[in-house]
């Protein structure tokens, strides 16, 4: 299990559940077993709460582009003006920046994908 999973996860990560506190010596009864099913049950539980919100996280996404879309219409570039957003003294470096990292980052995933429609179009 050890070799699979590594040290550190394993025991580094769930030994001080198992310890006595201020020492470094283990409970009584401690076995190996019981580290290794606390591991198992974090790590599924992890992976449920995971799937869940990612599933949480689309539909916010989709939300957000509803009711963004139904309040300043259906221009594919209405989230990068900024007097959509609430700029006041407080927001507006914020602002600012989030709409810079859009564009960035818009201008970057067009070439992405212009190079890889490039490379199988040739």
Do not use: C, W
Not at 17 to 40: H, N, Q
Not at 78 to 94: F, I
Not at 95 to 102: F, H, M, N
Request: proline share 2%; charged share 25%; no cysteine.
């Amino acid at each position: 299990m050890l070799k699979q999973i590594g040290y550190f996860p394993l025991i580094g990560g769930y030994k001080h559940l198992f310890r006595v506190p201020f020492t470094k010596t283990y409970k009584i009864g401690t076995t190996f077993e019981e580290i290794v099913a606390l591991y198992e049950f974090d790590s599924d539980l992890r992976d449920l709460f995971f799937k869940y919100l990612l599933q949480i996280e689309r539909n916010l996404r989709s939300l957000m582009s509803y009711y963004f879309t139904e309040k300043y219409g259906e221009s594919q570039d209405a989230y990068l003006d900024s007097s959509n957003y609430n700029t006041n003294r407080r927001n507006q470096k914020v602002v600012a920046r989030l709409i810079s990292t859009l564009n960035t980052r818009l201008k970057s995933d067009t070439l992405d994908f212009a190079f890889s429609f490039a490379e199988y179009t040739a």
